[in-house]
């Protein structure tokens, strides 16, 4: 049992890679197809997209929390957490890319990709010279809004493929506002950890 949070953390980073294929082949963005799917193929590979998207998004609540249930918490299910994540974001941004380049959508995605490889950068650079970042509070919910923001484009994405009426109209301009949203917040987070970052850098060792 105490293996399962570390599970669902792996499980999360498959479910991103099935994610980002099927956007990519319902795009056509695929060397295996000549152009992009039509007909119920690129349907299904929307629907499935987003379920897998879904799936992925609720591990990533559960494993934390069975990790703390369970009293499993472990080194690398800290290490792969936060990487699971990022890579479940990059894995819906790109595979939106892939999918129908919408410019309303292009720019937001492209701030959160940016600040998310920034970032880890940044926490690599200071990781090599002994100084930890703590995670501030804006940045706890930055991941949820992102999560909920990309699901709504996703759904957006796939609206067809559900079979949901008309086209999406007020639902896709409400998705499009939360991710603008979830693209400000997460600029505003990279900002506020280059600054901790900064001033940890150019604070004084003791010695």
């Not at 295996?32 to 007909?39: E, N, R, T």
Request: charged residues 10%; aromatic residues 8%; contains cysteine.
């Amino acid at each position: 049992m105490k293996a399962l949070p570390n599970l669902l953390t792996a499980s999360r980073l498959l479910l991103s890679l099935v994610l980002f294929l099927a956007l990519a082949a319902a795009g056509g963005a695929t060397p295996w197809f000549a152009g992009p799917i039509s007909g119920p193929t690129s349907l299904a590979l929307e629907r499935w997209a987003f379920v897998a998207f879904v799936v992925a998004a609720i591990t990533d609540f559960f494993d934390g929390w069975l990790a703390r249930r369970l009293a499993a918490t472990s080194l690398l299910g800290a290490i792969l957490d936060p990487i699971a994540d990022k890579i479940l974001v990059a894995a819906a941004a790109l595979g939106l890319m892939a999918l129908a380049p919408d410019p309303s959508i292009v720019i937001p995605l492209g701030f959160i990709l940016f600040r998310e490889f920034a970032v880890s950068a940044l926490r690599e650079v200071c990781a090599g010279r002994g100084v930890k970042l703590p995670v501030t509070l804006l940045a706890k919910w930055k991941t949820t809004l992102q999560l909920l923001a990309l699901g709504a484009e996703l759904l957006t994405a796939a609206w067809a493929a559900f079979g949901l009426p008309d086209d999406p109209g007020a639902f896709a301009i409400a998705a499009h506002a939360l991710l603008w949203i979830a693209a400000t917040v997460t600029l505003v987070t990279g900002v506020q950890y280059a600054l901790q970052a900064a001033r940890a850098l150019r604070a004084p060792t003791g010695g």
